[in-house]
């Protein structure tokens, strides 16, 4: 009895060792770090591995999308991702620094890396946006290489669909959705990007959040940066990451700003059948991270180390 006892209390103690390094990791301060939406270990170290090259945070949300992008099994992202309700790949994404610059690009298709697109037009156009067969002239101008998106798994699933042509956005769906990362770079700057192909089997010609400035991604370097993944309508609907940083303007901590961008959904739409997540980081490097269903996961990098985390939500009930 005396040895299980002891086995016990060890192991207890042990796991309560555990807990409390994951959550001193979690919540310890200081820069650089990265964070991004859902499981996306691959995307958090290659930006951080930029950030180690001396890279700045605008060239580590870059890097870090563009690992969704070229991967095939992504389905909501890039090369892979699950076509519109006409069979076409359409991608939409925007990146913002830390001096206020942005460039966005939507209703792209043919091109695989659209988040290198809107830098491109942040630094080389004087434009923020570009959309549709514009923003692909635009591309191919700059020597990006025009190819098919839609791989067969991604043409299989929509030949599947089309045998009922029904539209349910799905919550969490595969526990993936549209990438939002977030990075605090050596000198404490902050940028942020967003990439997607949208929501599967949408309207031809439909656009989320993921473009828009304010709406998928916002950063201040005066005050941090925020980013969203969801259902993009109701982002938009609030400028969720617009807002977010407003509200740690005016001194909410960076997770009391994403539960009031919450509120201000599920106190207005009809909520429960679809999912909104929102990050957020602070200057200090502090983080948010909140969202409306149970489901909502965020990676996080820090010192070298990423974990992958269960965000907070609304309805517990």
């Known amino acids: 009895m005396k040895r299980r006892n002891f086995l016990q209390t060890t192991a207890s103690t042990v796991m309560l060792s555990s807990l409390l ?17 859902w499981k996306n270990e691959k995307a958090n170290e290659a930006a951080w591995a930029t950030l180690q090259k001396k890279g700045s945070a605008l060239d580590a949300v ?10 095939p099994n992504d ?11 006409d069979g076409h790949v359409t991608l939409d994404a925007c990146i913002m620094d830390e001096k206020g610059n942005a460039g966005s690009v939507t209703f792209l298709e043919g091109i695989m890396h659209p988040i290198s697109v809107a830098r491109a037009v942040m630094e ?14 635009f591309a191919l101008s700059q020597g990006f290489k025009q190819e098919n998106l839609l791989t067969e798994t991604a043409k299989k699933a929509w030949k599947e669909w089309q045998k009922e042509a029904k539209y349910e956005p799905k919550i969490n769906i595969e526990r993936h959705d549209t ?18 192909s949208g929501l599967a089997f949408k309207m ?14 916002f950063c201040d370097n005066e005050v ?15 400028l ?34 679809f999912q909104i997540g929102y990050l957020a980081i602070d200057k200090k490097g502090q983080y948010g991270a909140y969202s409306i269903q149970k489901g909502f996961s965020f990676t996080l990098t820090k010192n070298g180390v990423t974990k992958v985390f269960e965000a907070d939500y609304y309805m517990k009930n």
């Open 21 to 37: 390094v994951e959550e001193s990791f979690a919540q310890s301060k200081g820069f650089p770090m990265v964070i991004s939406t």
């Open 62 to 71: 870059e890097a870090g999308a563009r690992i969704p992008e070229a991967d």
């Open 75 to 85: 389905t909501s992202v890039g090369y892979g991702g699950f076509p519109d309700r």
């Open 124 to 137: 080389k156009t004087p434009h923020v946006m570009l959309s549709g067969e514009g923003a692909l002239q």
């Open 179 to 196: 990438i939002g990362l977030l990075a605090l770079g050596n000198q404490g700057e902050v940028s942020g990007a967003c990439t997607t």
């Open 204 to 217: 031809h010609g439909r656009v989320g959040d993921s473009p828009i400035i304010g709406g998928a991604v």
């Open 224 to 238: 941090g940066g925020a980013c969203a993944t969801g259902l993009g309508e109701f982002v938009m609907k609030t």
């Open 240 to 273: 969720g990451s617009f807002l977010i940083v407003e509200l740690m303007r005016n001194g909410k901590s960076p997770q009391k700003a994403c539960e009031e961008a919450i509120m201000r959904i599920v106190k207005r739409y009809k909520y429960k059948e």
